[in-house]
């Protein structure tokens, strides 16, 4: 089992920034990635960011690319997004995951997810 919980969601004006934290524990030798999706109402959950646990290789949706940053603290277990130049169209709840095997893009493939955090952009 692997336990996620994000927090540093808010609200924030549109072209301000937000870093958001997944802490992780429990069984991380299993974790081959860490991703960031998120859920707007009615849409389907995106994938956003990933990074790998091991390799520290990073991948970015194309929606975010060049504004957001996955990061990585080694020694405390906690993954990080920078979110700069925020949109209205980011505001979401934000959620981390892990993933052991499977499409890093790919939601379903995830086990295990985080309870999420609310970003809202908006003036």
């Known amino acids: 089992q692997v336990q996620l919980v994000e927090s540093g969601g808010g609200l924030v004006q549109p072209g301000g920034s937000l870093r958001l934290s997944c802490a992780v524990s429990?069984?991380?030798?299993?974790?081959?990635?860490v991703g960031w999706f998120r859920q707007a109402a009615g849409k389907e959950r995106e994938f956003v960011a990933g990074?790998?646990?091991?390799?520290?290789?990073?991948s970015y949706g194309d929606s975010v690319k060049g504004r957001l940053t996955i990061s990585r603290h080694n020694a405390k277990d906690l993954v990080y997004l920078q979110m700069n130049n925020l949109k209205p169209e980011d505001t979401a709840v934000y959620y981390c995951?892990?993933?052991?095997?499977?499409?890093?893009?790919?939601?379903?493939?995830?086990?295990?997810w985080g309870q999420g955090t609310q970003v809202t952009v908006s003036s």
């Open positions: 990074i790998g646990w091991d390799s520290g290789t990073t």
């Open positions: 429990g069984r991380t030798v299993s974790i081959n990635t």
């Open positions: 995951a892990s993933l052991r095997v499977g499409a890093w893009t790919n939601a379903a493939d995830y086990p295990y």
